[in-house]
Structures are given as C-alpha cells and as structure tokens.
C-alpha cells in the first residue's frame, strides 16, 4: 500500500518543475527517509488538448502529459489512468525541513560542492544560528503572503532546482520569474531549459503550455524568493 506523508518529491529527469505546491504531503511508496528510488503515484488533471484535438492531462508529479494511443491502451490494458513515467524512481526527502522566514532574518541558501542545500539563518531575539544541510528542504510560503498565490503552502527547493538555478545565474542568463497564465503558479525551467532562455513556458503545476513571458528568460521561482527575500546562491 502506498503511504501519504510529509514529503518533496522531484523526477530525476525533467525540463519543467512543480515546487510551488498545494500540500505538504507525497503519497508513494519510499525505502527510506531520502534517496532516488520513490515511485510516487500520478497526479493527473485536465490539460486542454494534443494538437490533433486529442484530450490531454497533465501529471504534476512525474511532469509529462497523457492521453496518447499508448497511454490510452494502457489504460485499458491495466483499468488504471497512469503517466508513462509511473514507474520511473524519483528523488525524495521525507519529513523535510520546513523553513519559517518570518521566525529568522540574516538567511542565506547556498548549493553545496557536495550537492547539499546549506541553509543558514539567525534568530530574531539572541541571534542563534540555524544551521541545516540538506538534499531538499521547503520554504513556508504562509509566511511569505503576496510572494506566490494564497493556495500555494510552500515552495519546495529541490536538487534540479537548485542545480538549474545555479547555472543558470553561473551562466549569466536572463532570469526572472513568470507565472502561469491560466493557475497563477510560478514556472520552473531545468536542464537545458535553464540555459537557453525562451519566451514561451509550460507550467508544472496545470500543464497549461502557452504562458509567454516578455522578453526570453530562464524562468524560476527561487529568482522571485532571492528579489524580495533572501540570499540564495
Ligand atoms: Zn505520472
Ligand atoms: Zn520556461
Ligand atoms: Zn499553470
């Protein structure tokens, strides 16, 4: 049986992201508190259509579409509606770190040389310093209102985000943040797409494929956190 827990959740391979998410919980089946070897269930919604008028769907937890001749027949075949990704292992951290910037200031997120996010902030009062090194970890965006829509509860910092972040701000890419323009969520560019900016983005978290920004960016949310926030990187 698959279990629902506290979790972030990310594929090992994909040029698009989802880590402005809507709940805090993954539901998969996971050997051990971290590692890259989850299978997470899909998470299939209505995405408009295939360019042959073919209804479509997006999974937001494997970051592809459905609704082909294959994944029509496998639909048949198994009596289940499943991405052709479902069995592909995916990185996980479970129980995660869940950052309050509202309880810290002086906060910094670093890409360590050994791939750990190095988060490192001080407290309000006496100053005390949180140190945390980890390979994911969540920002509580409750804390955060206007940053990103109010049915976001937390931005989720995964290693493709982070590795993508990073070399794209290495690069010297023009980066921004664009959100989608039918749910509102923020886009997430990885891989190649990460450096080799572009006008048109597809969204991770509905699937809508046509939100253009106004000049060819590398689009991602840890740019809007690093505006208006914190030093990330
Ligand atoms: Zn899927
Ligand atoms: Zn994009
Ligand atoms: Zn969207």
């Known amino acids: ?31 051990a508190g971290a590692g890259e070897d989850a299978i997470v269930l899909c998470d299939l919604l209505p995405a408009g259509k295939f360019r042959n008028g073919a209804a479509r769907h997006w999974c937001r937890t494997h970051q592809c579409y459905w609704g082909t001749q294959a994944d029509l027949a496998d639909r048949q075949a198994s009596q289940q509606m499943r991405c052709r990704q479902h069995a592909s292992p995916m990185g996980y951290v479970l129980y995660p770190v869940l950052f309050d910037p509202s309880q810290f200031h002086a906060t910094t997120l670093r890409l360590g040389p050994d791939g750990l996010l190095q988060l490192r902030a001080r407290t309000g009062d006496g100053g005390t310093l949180l140190a945390r090194n980890a390979a994911a970890l969540a920002i509580d965006c409750r804390a955060l209102p206007g940053l990103f829509p109010p049915d976001i509860v937390q931005l989720n910092i ?54 253009h920004s106004a000049t060819p960016i590398v689009s991602t949310p840890l740019w809007r956190l690093r505006r208006h926030y914190t030093q990330c990187f």
Request: glycine letters at 8%.
């Open 1 to 31: 049986m698959p279990l629902t827990l506290p979790g972030i959740c990310w594929p090992l391979q994909a040029s698009t992201g989802h880590l402005a998410v809507t709940t805090a919980h993954i539901t998969g089946h996971f050997r």
């Open 158 to 211: 995964t290693p493709p985000a982070a590795q993508a972040y990073a070399a794209a701000l290495q690069a010297a890419m023009p980066m921004d943040c664009s959100d989608c323009a039918r749910c509102g969520h923020p886009h997430l560019d990885l891989g190649s797409f990460a450096l080799a900016p572009h006008r048109r983005h597809s969204c991770g978290h509905c699937g809508h494929d046509a939100s």
